[in-house]
Each structure stands twice: as structure tokens, then as C-alpha cells.
């Protein structure tokens, strides 16, 4: 938290002795993007909250946990690669997944089938490369996503 | 305020005001079920406020200062190392959903862009965008952020490499739908 404040005042400070104007553009485009995630940030604060008072910390930490196993990879694997949830969202979310209990590795599969794998939007990929294109390299992001969520998870 | 009300007739705040109201409602009648709902939703957003402004401020300076223009004219040249390079850089640049990065790899296939390099941009896209590597160090931390890139980095040359491999000699083309 503290080296987050001293990086952005610095970087800001360093940005606006360089140049005023792209300085102000770069404030305004940053807090825009804020208050633009601010409605389904706090969306899914709500639900956050809600689904970790219905679900015991005990069972969270055996589905999800670190001793969970392939159980939780492939919970992380499957969710990852059906939700469509941008990085703005996906990581407040991960962070608080993880202090009620949720370990590096299943985050870290969900974060990268997330980012790599996409199952709703694979109709729109291969509509530009075609349907084969688009399961081939979804395939191939699934095995690769699992491959460094695993080595992420042991390295931890 | 004017853009506020209308997103809350278009829904977007309706979980919200809702929420809002359980809890005035539960103050009242002293429900006492919500109360730990209420605690651990208050202890989620003061993080959330003092965080995401500083790294959205620090996403905005990023990405006026991200020498775009440049990166963009090496594009096409280099082959190999070097080539990979720059499609990573460009790929750095950019903000957004991979879906958005569809009809830029359409305009970069048209200028010439290799298949590989095409799929070297997704996956770096889709993996190692500034915006998004500046959340997840604040949020999970500057080791879990250098070892997940550094694992992504050769997994999608990997990809990209027998993506190449396979389409070279199909007839593959990028089409704008």
C-alpha cells in the first residue's frame, strides 16, 4: 500500500515536471477509467460479500484451499475459461479470494485461463480465423493456462 | 450526476440501491444475519477506494507517456528475436478485453504481420498489457506477477510457434466479420 502511494506521487510528480498538460490528460483518463468500473466493482463487492457469509471459510479452504488439489484447479480452470470478467475486476477480486483462504495456485489458473481461454467470446474469434483457428488456440491456452498456473502454485 | 442517474435507470445500480436498502431495512429490525455481510462488504471497498484511484492514476500517466507511435513503426520490420520483440511492445500498450484485440490483428495481418507474430500479439495481449500487470502486482503481489509472466512468456511463443506451424499451409486468412 505505501509503495503503491510513493510510486504513483512520484511517477505523477516525475510527469508533471516533464509536461503539465499530458499530465492532466493522464489524471483524467485514469480516474474516468474509475469511476467507469466504480458501479460493477461495487456489483460484485456485493456479491462478494454475500457468497463468502453463505459459504463456510472451512469449505472454501477444502475446495479451494492449498491442499485442494486438482479438485480446485479444475474448479478454477473451468470458471476461468467461461467467465468473461476484465482484470479491473478480476483482481480485487482475486485478492480478496485469497485472504479468506483460496491458494496462489487456484488463483493463479483461474487468473491465466481468465485472461487466455475465452468460451463465450469463441463464436466472435472465429468468425476472424475461422472455427478451427479459434478451438486450436483456445485448446492450446487451456493446457498452457494450467501449465503456468501449476508452476505458478509450486513456486509460491 | 446527469450520467449517474441514467446508469441507475439502466440497472447498473440496482444490486446496489438494493443493498443499500437491506441494510438501512436490517438496521431497523435489527437483523442481526446481516451485519457480517455488511462488515466484511465495508472492509472490501475501503480497500478497494484507497487502492484503485492511485493505480488508475498510475495506468493514466502510463498510458500518455507509452511511446505508442514508435513501437507501432517497428511493427512488420525485424524478423525473428527481434520481431517478437516489438509485437510484445505493441501488445503492452494496449488496454481492454481480448475480443478487442480481434479487429487490431486484422489490421495488422493486412499490413503484412506473420502468422506467429499475429499470435505472438494475442497471447501478449491477452497476458502482459501494462494496465493489467500494474493490478495484479498491487493486488497479489510483485513475485506472483513476475513468476506468472515469466511462465506466460514462453508458453504463448510456444502456441504462436505451432499455430504457425499448423496454418502454414492452410490457406489462413484474418477476416473482419
Known sequence: MNFLIIVTVSVVLISFFLDREKTFTGLKKGLGMFVNILPELLNILILVSVVLYLIPQSMLIRWLGRDSGMTGISIAALTGSISLIPGFIAYPLAAILLKSGVSYGVLAVFITTLMMVGIVTLPLEAKYYGLKTALLRNGLSFLGALIIGILVGVFM | ?177
Not at chain 2, 502482459?128 to 508458453?155: A, C, D, N
Open chain 2, 1 to 177: 450526476m446527469k450520467k449517474i442517474l441514467s446508469k441507475i435507470s439502466l440497472g447498473e445500480y440496482i444490486f446496489i440501491v438494493l443493498f443499500g436498502l437491506v441494510l438501512v431495512i436490517s438496521r431497523a429490525f435489527h437483523l442481526s444475519f446481516v451485519s457480517p455481510i455488511a462488515r466484511s462488504f465495508w472492509m472490501f471497498f475501503a480497500e478497494m477506494v484507497t487502492f484503485l484511484p492511485l493505480m488508475f492514476i498510475l495506468i493514466g500517466i502510463i498510458d500518455v507517456w507509452a511511446p505508442k507511435e514508435k513501437v507501432e513503426r517497428h511493427i512488420g520490420k525485424g524478423s525473428g528475436f527481434k520481431g517478437i520483440l516489438w509485437m510484445i511492445m505493441l501488445a503492452m500498450f494496449q488496454a481492454g478485453p481480448l475480443y478487442g484485440a480481434f479487429p487490431v490483428t486484422y489490421l495488422l495481418w493486412k499490413k503484412g504481420c506473420s502468422i506467429r507474430n499475429i499470435f505472438i500479439y494475442l497471447g501478449a495481449f491477452s497476458t502482459m498489457k501494462l494496465p493489467m500487470l500494474t493490478f495484479e502486482i498491487g493486488f497479489l503481489g510483485l513475485k506472483f506477477s513476475l513468476l506468472r509472466t515469466l511462465f506466460t512468456l514462453p508458453v504463448f511463443i510456444v502456441i504462436s510457434l505451432i499455430m504457425e506451424k499448423y496454418l502454414h499451409k492452410k490457406h489462413f486468412e484474418i477476416k473482419q466479420p
